[in-house]
């Protein structure tokens, strides 16, 4: 079975722009969740959608926003970039119920803002 | 508090020697699941194994074992026979609750294993 999958892998955008990161989970798996991992925060989470609802969110401002489609692919947002914004973004998928309890993450995609 | 605790930034180990990484855990709730994964230098996240909280035996799976004292809040990752390629970052984590619509996991800062031949 093919893991996790994220697009980009890498990502260079300037302040004040807005960038979109693509999330393709194991098939079968319906939840999708997003972490930032930043040097200074370690890994925070950002949210979990299931059947193209978020379920579950952590304290990030309005800035940062996802969705998920029908497939189950999900798409994270970042508006109005800052700086502080430059991090790691790791998606994770997990399997239904019944299965095992484990999240199952993907390579990440480093953006950079200038 | 910190809900996950690792107190070794960094750790050194022998090939083939077997090593023990911290970590400790805060919650107050009796249902929750403890994991450990890996990120090499690329980034990505590899899970290692994971323990439930109701679970009495200790998880292993393969060089990986997870020695989990629950009345001592402490999960640490046992791994036997060290190779080159386990030089990587470590991370405990926390799932609290039952999981269900309420999963997410919480992650301790880590610690940087380095395996010398």
């Known amino acids: 079975k093919a893991g996790v999958t994220q697009t980009p892998r890498y990502l260079i955008k300037t302040r004040g722009q807005q960038v979109t990161l693509s999330c393709s989970p194991i098939?079968?798996?319906?939840?999708v969740s997003w972490y930032q991992q930043t040097p200074g925060q370690g890994l925070q989470f950002l949210f979990e959608?299931?059947?193209?609802?978020?379920?579950n969110k952590g304290n990030f401002p309005g800035r940062f926003s996802g969705r998920q489609f029908s497939n189950s692919r999900s798409e994270m947002n970042v508006s109005t970039l800052e700086l502080g914004d430059s991090a790691l973004y790791l998606c994770?998928?997990?399997?239904?119920?019944?299965?095992?309890?484990?999240?199952?993450f993907g390579p990440g995609t480093r953006l950079t803002v200038l | 508090a910190q809900k996950i605790t690792q107190t070794q930034p960094g750790m050194f180990v022998q090939e083939k020697e077997a090593v023990t990484l911290d970590c400790t855990y805060d919650?107050?709730?009796?249902?929750?699941?403890l994991f450990w994964y890996k990120q090499p230098s690329s980034g990505e996240m590899i899970f290692l194994i994971y323990?439930?909280?109701?679970?009495?035996q200790n998880a292993t799976e393969g060089r990986y074992s997870l020695n989990f004292q629950k009345a001592r809040k402490s999960a640490n990752l046992v791994i036997s026979a060290s190779q080159l390629g386990d030089s990587a970052m470590y991370f405990c984590a926390m799932r609290e609750g039952s999981g269900g619509s309420n999963y997410k996991l919480t992650f301790g800062k880590g610690t940087l294993l380095t395996v010398n031949p």
């Open positions: 994770a998928s997990r399997p239904p119920s019944g299965g095992p309890d484990t999240q199952y």
């Open positions: 323990q439930g909280s109701y679970d009495e």
């Open positions: 959608y299931f059947s193209e609802t978020q379920r």
């Open positions: 098939s079968g798996h319906r939840s």
């Open positions: 919650t107050s709730d009796q249902s929750y699941g």
